[in-house]
């Protein structure tokens, strides 16, 4: 099967860019499943009701979540008002929503777990003992895949090290830079430090470069940031899986940027 994930989507414009830009992408492609970290979605940051319905709506069949998934005031309702919106599963305490969502595709189920780094992020729960005790509750019929959001590239590779074999494929977000590093592990499974970000090209991290870069000049008088303008770019990774094997054929990185 084929699987197409979209990197972070930075408020307004990489919602927009998402929307322009993705039917041509489904076209070219053909991926049974899109998969989208919306998690800053939202004007400024998280996700809310109109940035989740309008990516559900471009065709993401499942949006993964991080550290921003409960930014906004309304993400308990929706969380538990749409099981496709996932956030982190290790979570500390009762949070909303969860952090799995499985796909009937037939002959097998796509499960899709959301997890969270627990370096120089907020505080949650072990991401290894969460997946471990995860796996052991599924069936035969799952083909597993895992967003980790983290920060640590060393902790996303110990994360995809130590599951090969075991989920199908294991791809980064948050640091909103796509990493050059997809390869298939030893055991089978696919694996990329971070996908990237779909959002303003010419900007940190999809955030104006004015205010970024003057609260690192001058933090004692830091200015508001502020959201990048077009033109974008929409970072992504088409994964082929082998549904009976449980593993991953190929991987193909997608950056696609935008002109003025």
């Given at each position: 099967?084929?699987l197409?994930?979209?990197?972070?989507?930075v408020?307004r414009?990489?919602?927009?860019?998402?929307?322009?830009?993705?039917?041509?992408?489904?076209?070219?492609?053909?991926?049974?499943?899109i998969?989208?970290?919306g998690?800053?979605s939202?004007?400024?940051?998280g996700?809310?009701r109109?940035?989740?319905?309008?990516?559900f709506?471009?065709?993401a069949?499942?949006?993964?979540?991080?550290?921003?998934s409960?930014?906004r005031?309304?993400?308990?309702?929706?969380?538990?008002?749409?099981?496709?919106?996932?956030?982190?599963?290790?979570?500390?305490?009762?949070?909303?929503?969860?952090?799995e969502?499985?796909?009937?595709?037939?002959?097998?189920?796509?499960?899709?777990?959301?997890?969270?780094?627990?370096l120089?992020?907020?505080?949650?729960?072990?991401?290894?003992t969460?997946?471990?005790?995860?796996?052991?509750?599924?069936?035969?019929?799952?083909?597993?895949?895992?967003?980790?959001h983290?920060e640590a590239?060393?902790?996303k590779q110990?994360m995809?090290?130590?599951?090969?074999?075991?989920?199908?494929?294991?791809?980064?977000?948050?640091?909103?830079?796509q990493?050059?590093?997809?390869?298939?592990?030893?055991?089978?499974?696919?694996?990329?430090?971070?996908?990237?970000?779909?959002?303003?090209?010419?900007?940190?991290?999809?955030?104006?470069?004015e205010?970024?870069?003057?609260?690192?000049i001058?933090p004692?008088?830091?200015?508001?940031i502020t959201?990048?303008e077009?033109?974008?770019?929409?970072?992504?990774?088409?994964a082929?899986?082998?549904?009976?094997?449980?593993?991953c054929?190929?991987l193909?990185?997608i950056?696609?940027q935008?002109?003025?």
């Amino acid at each position: 099967m084929k699987l197409f994930v979209l990197g972070d989507v930075v408020s307004r414009v990489g919602l927009e860019a998402v929307e322009r830009c993705l039917p041509a992408l489904k076209r070219k492609y053909r991926p049974d499943c899109i998969i989208i970290n919306g998690e800053n979605s939202a004007i400024g940051n998280g996700i809310d009701r109109l940035s989740a319905e309008r990516l559900f709506h471009a065709g993401a069949d499942c949006i993964t979540g991080g550290n921003h998934s409960f930014q906004r005031k309304e993400a308990g309702e929706l969380h538990e008002e749409m099981p496709a919106l996932l956030r982190p599963a290790n979570w500390s305490g009762d949070p909303f929503g969860k952090g799995e969502y499985r796909m009937d595709m037939g002959a097998y189920d796509l499960r899709v777990i959301s997890l969270q780094g627990t370096l120089y992020m907020n505080k949650c729960e072990n991401p290894f003992t969460t997946l471990e005790k995860m796996l052991e509750e599924g069936g035969p019929r799952d083909l597993t895949i895992v967003d980790f959001h983290a920060e640590a590239t060393a902790e996303k590779q110990a994360m995809g090290w130590h599951f090969d074999g075991r989920v199908a494929l294991v791809f980064g977000t948050h640091t909103h830079v796509q990493t050059n590093d997809a390869r298939i592990l030893p055991k089978g499974t696919g694996y990329l430090s971070d996908v990237g970000m779909c959002g303003s090209r010419d900007s940190i991290l999809g955030k104006g470069l004015e205010p970024c870069i003057h609260n690192f000049i001058d933090p004692e008088n830091r200015m508001k940031i502020t959201d990048g303008e077009p033109p974008c770019i929409i970072n992504g990774l088409l994964a082929d899986l082998d549904e009976k094997a449980k593993k991953c054929r190929s991987l193909e990185l997608i950056n696609i940027q935008e002109t003025d």
